[in-house]
T-cell receptor, first 115, second 112 residues
């Protein structure tokens, strides 16, 4: 029944490894996002996809590669993990942008710890 | 691009008192201003939002005010309760924008 679900919830890995986080929404929304929340709780947008098309890439290092196989799924792959990548990564979705209000529904978050 | 500043970063109030959190935005084209609440270890959730065609909106104990001229908006929580303790985020976006820009967050603690 979960509207936006992401896996895994926790991820602990070594520096230099590659890892992926998956996200799925069953709300029928057109737009999906990845946000990063650091230890100071700042919520910063990383990517936005609209109907599988990349719309926003907020100067994120190219070690981060999002992929949207269809409008209900948005995955995030991270290569060569660094200590600074440790954070909580939130997936979110919102309805068609022409609705005039960018109401986000967030997933539960994936806590990534890089050792 | 849009920049949203939020104050204070931490706020502690006695149960039953009111709490006010303030935000300013830089982009005069922004027209949508939501507030999200994030409880410890949980996801951010929308609690109230306002569009630029109104100056105030209320929902039970929470209210949001918007001053378009000054480019600032505020969240007001009255009769605070322990379950109001959380991190609150303001945000802003332009019409048909693909992203919300968040403020830095305010950690609100309600003291019994």
């Amino acid at each position: 029944d979960t509207a936006v679900s992401q896996t895994p919830k926790y991820l602990v890995t070594q520096m230099g490894n590659d890892k992926s986080i998956k996200c799925e929404q069953n709300l029928g929304h057109d737009t999906m996002y990845w946000y990063k929340q650091d230890s100071k709780k700042f919520l910063k947008i990383m990517f936005s996809y609209n109907n599988k098309e990349l719309i926003i890439n907020e100067t994120v290092p190219n070690r981060f590669s999002p992929k949207s196989p269809d409008k209900a799924h948005l995955n995030l792959h991270i290569n060569s993990l660094e200590l600074g990548d440790s954070a909580v990564y939130f997936c979110a979705s919102s309805p068609d942008r022409t609705s005039g209000a960018n109401v986000l529904t967030f997933g539960a978050g994936s806590r990534l710890t890089v050792l | 691009g849009e920049n949203v500043e939020q104050h204070p970063s931490t706020l502690s109030v006695q149960e039953g008192d009111s709490a006010v959190i303030k935000c300013t935005y830089s982009d005069s084209a922004s027209n949508y201003f939501p507030w999200y609440k994030q409880e410890l270890g949980k996801r951010p959730q929308l609690i109230i939002d306002i569009r630029s065609n109104v100056g105030e909106k209320k929902d039970q104990r929470i209210a949001v005010t918007l001053n378009k001229t000054a480019k600032h908006f505020s969240l007001h929580i009255t009769e605070t309760q322990p379950e109001d303790s959380a991190v609150y985020f303001c945000a802003a976006s332009r019409p048909r924008a693909q992203k919300l820009v968040f403020g830095q967050g305010t950690r609100l603690t309600i003291n019994p």
